[in-house]
């Protein structure tokens, strides 16, 4: 039994956070399924670094620019063919588990990010065009999609609700998913096939504010607010589902929206390179991690219950932080508007490249 299987028995799913071409072509995507993985995520960036690096696209995109595509037309062919063949190497996860896992994730256009109308067209498209019931859409927690989530997941669309960063984000979140839920059952629909995860960034945290404890000398909660924040998030996801409003949709089949910990690649050398993975195992949870962060796992990673250990712990190291002036709040927020941008950038990096290359592949 692999590790990843042993993580499954706890209840934790491990997704990659990464796609390419030559990934799913080479026949080591089917190699990580056979060993255990269950599921994919992308994003603008993973896109950027996939497409606009190397030839492996190259072929495709002369074809689509000699059609007359546009960019974005082209950035899209190129997405959705690379998440057609992804979906289709997971399908056998997907129905092993009767819909629990085997999903990739697409994300729609960060430029949507604050764009409610937007977002809700963008995600029927995607999702007609894509094709797939392991299809997850990605749509970020921002306060203008949050009615997205809610009307997509009313029409039975899976959503991978990304850039989370806070308690209070859960909380929308989850109410946004059981009225989503409430709708979909209201119109005849079947809630035991749709799925959703609320993907709740980690090591963001730790990052922004470790330089601000080193300039005031609190070393000890170096490298501890990211779990921490991480694992108040989790109590408060078991406590969403105890409530009586759950229980009907449960009845009917629902399953709850799992938290998936996001961003757990080590950016400080200083710490274990598993710790993001190592520290928040747990029932009904995803970690997505970058093919490095799943290879050091699988190579030196331990399997145990962790994701609720201490919590007291976690919550005494928010108030220290709150105590030496540094408000765990700001931080969410400017880390949520940083993530918008951040992925807005590599989308618009990915596109100029593209555009670039379009040029050159123009007939004269």
Not at 135 to 154: D, F, S, V, Y
Not at 338 to 352: C, H, P, R, Y
Request: hydrophobic share 40%; proline share 4%.
């Amino acid at each position: 039994m692999s590790k990843l299987d042993e993580l499954a028995e706890l209840g934790q799913s491990i997704w990659l956070d990464f796609i390419h071409r030559d990934l799913l072509t080479s026949g080591q995507l089917d190699d990580l399924v056979a060993q255990g993985l269950r599921g994919m995520t992308s994003n603008p960036s993973i896109f950027n670094q996939a497409i606009s690096q190397g030839d492996a696209y190259d072929d495709d995109i002369k074809g689509l620019v000699a059609s007359g595509k546009s960019v974005q037309q082209i950035y899209e062919s190129l997405a959705f063919a690379d998440i057609q063949a992804a979906c289709d190497a997971l399908r056998q996860v997907y129905e092993k588990t009767e819909g629990l896992d085997g999903y990739v994730s697409l994300e729609v256009s960060p430029t949507l990010a604050h764009d409610t109308r937007g977002t809700i067209d963008q995600v029927r498209s995607y999702f007609q065009a894509v094709q797939r019931p392991n299809l997850m859409i990605k749509i970020p927690a921002t306060r203008e999609g949050i009615p997205a989530i809610e009307a997509m997941l009313g029409e039975g669309i899976n959503v991978n609700v990304t850039l989370m960063f806070s308690v209070s984000q859960l909380d929308d979140v989850s109410a946004a998913f059981i009225s989503g839920l409430e709708h979909f059952k209201g119109r005849g629909g079947d809630v035991s096939r749709v799925a959703s995860v609320a993907s709740f960034f980690v090591s963001r945290v730790d990052s922004m504010i470790d330089p601000m404890l080193d300039e005031r000398g609190v070393n000890e909660l170096r490298g501890q607010l990211g779990l921490a924040n991480a694992r108040l998030a989790y109590r408060r996801f078991t406590q969403i589902y105890q409530d009586e409003r759950w229980q009907p949709l449960s009845q009917a089949g629902a399953r709850v929206q799992r938290v998936l910990w996001g961003s757990t690649s080590t950016k400080d050398p200083a710490y274990p390179d598993t710790m993001y993975v190592d520290e928040l195992i747990g029932p009904h949870t995803v970690n997505t991690v970058p093919p490095e962060t799943l290879e050091a796992f699988l190579d030196h990673g331990t399997v145990a219950r962790t994701v609720d250990r201490d919590v007291d712990g976690a919550q005494a190291a928010v108030d220290k932080l709150a105590e030496v002036g540094i408000d765990l709040g700001d931080i969410t927020d400017e880390l949520l508007a940083e993530g918008v941008q951040k992925f807005a950038s590599a989308f618009d990096n990915l596109l100029q490249s593209l555009e670039a290359r379009r040029a050159a592949l123009q007939p004269s």
